[in-house]
């Protein structure tokens, strides 16, 4: 069964470093997203991808964070200069798009947790 | 006012319980609805779509009430596999999901 993937699973860096978190998704979805999850707290989302553009943002999703589709199967998200608030749990996932209809199920990729110190 | 608000728990249930779950959503602008299951530390992994109808997938079944704007789920003949945090999802078409904290679910043998 095809799977969102994600790496690295874990990430320790420190605060003011930059990180890059890297995602597969499955390999037919062309709708990207990225969401966060601090440790006991609800799942948010961050930002979504399509078509070589951001096409929605959160608040959370300031200057400091960017997304990337580098080649036909990688999609990054980079935090330029981390803060101890961006520990937490990161999630990409990914939809399908079946003709002109979008199916919203999204499938997430395992997470990285980043832990800044 | 949370957008998608569900009892946190525990509910601690018997093997073979039937338990229900119910959520409620804000946003009467939701088109879209779903359970997700979310293990410890792990990614929210769908478990089902909930439909206007109703739906069913073996022991689970989705209920939706648009116009009281809630979202149930009923798991008969608990295993205890099942046990998980329970996630509530909504999204108005192709949006971001929005998230519930999830009701936490452990079944004892």
């Known amino acids: 069964e095809p799977e969102v993937t994600q790496t690295p699973s874990h990430q320790v860096t420190q605060m003011g470093q930059e990180v890059i978190l890297r995602c597969v998704p499955i390999?037919?979805?062309?709708?990207f997203y990225w969401y966060r999850q601090i440790l006991g707290q609800k799942v948010e989302f961050l930002v979504s991808f399509y078509n070589n553009e951001i096409s929605e943002k959160s608040e959370i999703f300031d200057d400091q964070f960017s997304v990337e589709r580098p080649d036909g199967s990688n999609f990054t998200l980079k935090i330029r200069s981390t803060k101890l608030e961006d520990s937490a749990m990161y999630f990409c996932?990914?939809?399908?798009?079946?003709?002109?209809?979008?199916?919203?199920?999204?499938?997430f990729g395992p997470g990285t947790r980043l832990t800044v110190t | 006012r949370k957008e998608v608000e569900q009892d946190p728990g525990p509910f601690n249930v018997p093997e073979g319980a039937t338990v229900a779950f119910n959520c409620t959503y804000s946003?009467?602008?939701?088109?879209?609805f779903f359970w997700y299951r979310q293990d410890c530390r792990k990614e929210p992994k769908l478990l089902m779509s909930v439909y206007s109808s109703g739906n069913e997938d073996g022991r689970f079944t989705a209920q939706l009430n648009r116009a009281s704007q809630y979202i149930s789920l009923l798991i008969r003949d608990s295993k205890l596999s099942d046990s998980a945090t329970y996630l509530c999802v909504v999204s108005s078409g192709n949006t971001p999901l929005v998230f519930g904290k999830g009701t936490r679910l452990s079944v004892i043998a």
């Open positions: 996932a990914s939809s399908e798009i079946v003709g002109a209809a979008i199916t919203y199920e999204q499938y």
């Open positions: 390999s037919n979805h062309l709708y």
């Open positions: 946003n009467s602008a939701s088109q879209s």
